[in-house]
């Protein structure tokens, strides 16, 4: 029901963003909160469609669009990366505003090539796409099992990364394999290498993918509180004495550093990617 | 150089496809291997230009475009989540085919909501996101704390994986913790437990929560292999065994059960959430 002319909203209520996909919705998903992010004013509701792969899926998502119109009252948002065109013509019959991410960009595409697009259902992230898949499950099992300093198989390491204790090495490694299938390990450097004022020895014959995180001594002592409060560790004096003795130690070494402090591990990780030689070219087999 | 009349090659060669972000590059890349995948049978070559984030850089990355389609012949694919509309006509200039994902888009949903969009570079990937960047990285270390049955703090947990040694619980888990901010703990179903016929008491309080994985056992007796080979652990009889009695007793106690012997850990970790109650709803604060 729309509210009354007597008394109107300041503003009308925000759409419902629904993110619907013939597969598990992850490119949906993130083109679609992607997009909502540019209107930080708005309060979007939002609901994921995953694995709408039949004709009659695609309907029963489009009933239920409709539905969430009637509810809301607001035209819903429907992003979608739906490939097959019946699919996407029974998604369009919903008359919401949908983003046809496929719709809008195959036909640019396959009128370029002069070849047609063999619609595969999320073939990106499926399991049939064998060779990406297993490289990323291989090089997560691979920072799993070389995290802080375990099982020290740096030759087959892509990046190491080092830093104090609690400085976002693990997140970066797991993040970094998992999304770009890079074997990375971390090697924390404690008060026991800052006493002999040198590089833990295993990590110089490896110094060109070695790189480093920093962060500042108060952000530091705040996470390491919440593991263990009023401790010395978390103490903002042992924070910084370990940061100063750290950053001293890489630089000599000419290890790069990257302050973490205001960066999300995708930052972090997109960074350190691009530091390396030319990852971010990836020629076909 | 095009190749010459005298002999054609059986079809032009594939171009190359680029992914340009004033960011991480993560949507950008998501999308553009996704619409790539959607051909089969060319064989791009790709190469991510993250961080794009000024007019001059736009610009480089507009000359760099042109010179890849200068020593290719092939006019490149550019798959562009460039937001400010400066950066976005500095790159329309390279006049590759560029997939402008927030030129398609955002001028749809500003006309719809009567309101403009206010761009923000990068906004859902950064750490200006605070609630959701913070409840990924807490569910991550959340996952990494509950791994292997370690610590059962399972009154915070969104999600209990259950399912014999290497069925995909640890990768499942920490993959649903980075994208979707879950709380996924893990517990392993061992021999020890089949011996008492029963399930782990600890998990009986949580049930609604439990979720089980299987597989096949030759699927299961390769992963095992890998890292014990000839051992009884990873034997085709030993994983039999296992899986027949881990099979029983979760269905005995009525936890769904999902085979990952041919799914992806996303296909699996989009599956489990949708099993939850309603995860994919998201109302706003």
Redesign the interface.
Known sequence: MRHSRESPLP??P??TGLFVSD?????AE??G???L???????????????VDSQEKAQNAASHIREVWKQTSV?P?VFS?L?DPDARAALNASEA?V?D??G???G??TA????P????K??????G?QDN?TSR?DA??FS?ATDDGMALKYDRADLILVGVSRSGK??TS??MA??YGLCVANYPLTPEHFDRFELPSVLRPHLKKVRGLTLTPTRLSQIRAERRPNSEYASLETCKQELNAAEQMMRSAGIPVLDST??????I???LR?SLTNP??????
């Open positions: 503003h009308e925000s759409p597969h598990t919705g992850i490119t993130i083109i909160k992607s997009l992010s540019q209107y930080p004013d708005e309060a979007f509701a939002t609901e994921s469609l995953p694995f035209r948002f990366s490939t505003l983003m991410i496929y809008q960009f195959l640019m595409m370029e090539i002069g070849r697009a063999t619609p595969a999320g073939k990106f992230h499926a399991i796409d898949y499950i997560l099992n799993l693990t997140p797991l993040y998992m999304q205001t960066r999300s591990v995708e930052e990780a997109a960074l691009q971010t070219v990836q020629r076909p087999a």
